[in-house]
């Protein structure tokens, strides 16, 4: 019996190289072949299936990859084209990965005169996530025809085609670039790990709870910093108070000078100048905050 786990990523886009870097921040080696289908790690036991990431949410329902990483705009089409019951009961949602931002938006033509979603009543929307777009106009009380297309969607409504587009956005460069507008968001995406919900056999159980954890403690990683600090004694519980997500700071007496306390402590949110500046006006000196490479709680 096998211990090693199969992983579904996306072969090429955008997708690709945050999927793989991650594993290489978890300390998993993987070396890639052009071309190939599938590729293994030589120092943990998993192997990754790449392929389109359309394919990935059916990759993992019918359990032939146990984890994939995948857009919560694709997870969600497919949960809607499926029954979302028999969906529930196959995916496992792990953890969002910080990653692939983008939203599923509707455009229209610059000139359009938008005021509300009502503007949307009767007219035809070209997209290739037709699930995600029923299921908004269906909430939203609106009846409109989607066409369903599969690329180049924001030249629809130049040739003719469409009268809007529901499309993913993440800067607005290409919408600015075909003179549309972004007036209505429908979902806010990111990449996420995702896993066959059926249970394991007691190897690959292990080796899937190891891998998650690895993962999550990359993850908690790069949101962590430390920070290390002065503070007068008569401050610090005012100093304490101001650091973003610390409950137990480590305090120490400085050698010397008895008024200070020196605490540090683990920020389990973004230390922005802000913060810094914060804590000097309250009084704080010798801030010194600095990244965090692993984690393991
Ligand atoms: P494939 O050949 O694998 O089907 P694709 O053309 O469907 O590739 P990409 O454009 O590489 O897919 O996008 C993959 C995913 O990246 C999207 O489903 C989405 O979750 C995310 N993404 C992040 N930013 C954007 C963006 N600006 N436009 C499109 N997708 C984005
Ligand atoms: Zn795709």
Not at 39 to 44: A, L, P
Request: proline share 4%; hydrophobic share 45%; aromatic share 6%.
């Amino acid at each position: 019996m096998s211990n090693r786990i199969r992983l579904a990523l996306q072969k090429s886009g955008r997708l690709s190289e945050d999927s793989f870097d991650l594993l290489a921040r978890s300390g998993i080696k993987i070396r890639r072949h052009r071309d190939q289908l599938f590729c293994h790690s030589e120092n943990f036991p998993i192997d990754v299936l790449l392929v389109r990431d359309d394919d990935i949410p059916a990759l993992i329902m019918e359990q032939v990859c146990d984890f994939g990483i995948v857009g919560l705009n694709v997870l969600q089409e497919a949960s809607l084209a499926q029954n979302a019951q028999d969906f529930t009961d196959r995916v496992d949602m792990i953890h969002k990965l910080n990653f692939g931002f983008c939203r599923l938006s509707v455009a229209v033509p610059r000139d359009f005169e938008y005021k509300s979603v009502n503007d949307l009543a009767h007219k035809s929307i070209a997209t290739t996530y037709p699930h995600l777009l029923q299921n908004f106009l269906d909430k939203e009380n609106i009846q409109a025809k989607s066409i369903g297309l599969t690329g180049s969607i924001e030249i629809a409504p130049r040739l003719g085609i469409a009268d809007a587009i529901c499309d993913l956005v993440s800067t607005g460069g290409t919408l600015e670039a075909n003179h549309l507008k972004e007036v209505q968001t429908i979902l806010h995406s990111q990449a996420l790990l995702i896993k066959a919900k059926p249970a394991l056999d007691r190897d690959k159980q292990k080796t899937a709870d190891l891998f998650i954890r690895r993962i999550q403690g990359v993850l908690l990683a790069s949101e962590s910093k430390y920070i290390m600090l002065h503070a007068p004694k008569d401050k610090l519980k005012q100093i304490v108070a101001i650091l973003p997500g610390v409950e137990h700071p480590t305090l120490m007496t400085l050698e010397g000078d008895p008024d200070k306390i020196g605490v540090h402590a683990v920020c389990g949110e973004s230390v922005f100048w802000e913060t810094l500046e914060a804590l000097k006006e309250a009084g704080a000196s010798s801030i010194l905050v600095m990244p965090v490479e692993k984690m393991m709680m």
